[in-house]
Nanobody, 123 residues
C-alpha cells in the first residue's frame, strides 16, 4: 500500500515536498516513481528512482526543479518540487515497480499506485 501526502495550494515559484509511505511490501526491493495527471490530460511521468537511489530519471519538463529521493529505513520516497509553475498543477501519484534494478518512465511497469495528492499552483 502506498500513501502519498504533502500536496497543497501554493503560488508560482514556491516549493513543496511530497512524501509517499509504503507498507505491506519490501520497499527496498522496488523502483519508485512519481506521475501526475492534470484535468483533461493523460497521466504523465515525473520522476523515478531505483531501489537504492543510485539511479534516477526525470521528465524534461521538471529537470532542474524537481528532485526525487528515498529513505529505505523509513519506507518513504520523496519528491522535492522547487520553482513551481502553473503547469505543475495536477494530482501527483506515487507508484512502485518490482523491477528494482532499473528506473522506468513507463506506467505499465508499476504494479502498485498510491491514491494521489493534489498540487495546485496559482499566480
Amino acid at each position: 500500500q502506498l500513501q502519498a501526502c504533502g500536496g497543497g495550494s501554493v503560488q508560482a515559484g514556491d516549493s513543496l515536498r511530497l512524501s509517499c509511505a509504503a507498507s505491506g511490501r519490501t520497499f527496498s526491493s522496488n523502483t519508485m516513481g512519481w506521475f501526475r495527471q492534470a484535468p483533461g490530460k493523460e497521466r504523465e511521468f515525473v520522476a523515478t528512482i531505483d531501489w537504492n537511489g543510485g539511479s534516477n530519471s526525470y521528465a524534461d519538463s521538471v529537470k532542474g526543479r524537481i528532485t526525487i529521493s528515498r529513505d529505505n529505513a523509513k519506507n518513504t520516497v520523496y519528491l522535492q518540487m522547487d520553482s513551481l509553475k502553473l503547469e505543475d498543477s495536477a494530482v501527483y501519484y506515487c507508484a512502485a515497480s518490482p523491477y528494482y534494478w532499473r528506473v522506468s518512465s513507463a506506467p505499465h511497469e508499476y504494479d502498485s499506485w498510491g491514491q494521489g495528492t493534489q498540487v495546485t499552483v496559482s499566480s
